[in-house]
């Protein structure tokens, strides 16, 4: 859903009035903004659905969910298909420039995936605290988002950096992920 800013700036749609809707009579029941809020929060929704579906996939072939994302989300598929990829990055420079309501659920969304990635964070390595993971997958999915979103502005005019963009923050997480945290493992008494 790239292009909220067009939307967010015209004045009539004209998919409504080709309908026979009024711009007065459709903004009588929908505001534009309550609209787009309600696009945002539904599209992040099924960002986060897909999330669950793939983890769930990767569990019944046998891979590793997280390492499974990590490579398609730093893959050049994923960086070449802005229309259907990943919400956060594809929204990430449009909300600050939308309506707090339509801010609330790209944050609400963001927060679902940080937990989702959090999981799977502890699955890795159950010496970390909730808190710790929640951390790490932050700091994980901050580092994906920000490789894809620089890939996508290289990708036209310079190919190769932008794939070595991807190259790089992949090697740099998946490195990352291997080294064993600082906790030592936590006794349990019983």
């Known amino acids: 859903m790239p292009g909220l800013r067009k939307w967010n700036a015209c004045s009539s749609c004209g998919a409504f009035t080709r309908r026979g809707f009024t711009q007065g009579g ?72 939308l309506s707090k309501a339509a ?12 937990n989702q990635i959090a999981q799977l964070v502890l699955e890795h390595d159950p010496t970390l605290t909730r808190e710790e993971a929640h951390g790490r997958a932050i700091s994980l999915y901050s580092h994906m988002v920000g490789s894809v979103l620089l890939s996508r502005a290289a990708s036209a005019s310079q190919p190769a950096l932008a794939d070595e963009i991807l190259k790089q923050g992949r090697s740099s997480i998946l490195a990352d992920l291997s080294q064993p945290s600082a906790n030592p493992p936590r006794v349990r008494t019983v």
């Open 103 to 114: 801010q609330a659920s790209y944050d609400e969304g963001l927060e679902h995936i940080f």
């Open 26 to 97: 459709f903004y009588n029941h929908f505001s534009k903004e309550a609209l787009v809020s309600q696009v945002i929060g539904k599209v992040m929704d099924e960002g986060r659905q897909q999330l669950g579906a793939a983890i769930a996939q990767s569990r019944r072939r046998g891979a590793d969910p997280l390492i499974r994302q990590i490579r398609w989300c730093l893959s050049p598929t994923h960086r070449d298909d802005i229309d259907c990829g990943c919400p956060i990055a594809g929204f990430a420079g449009e909300i600050p420039h």
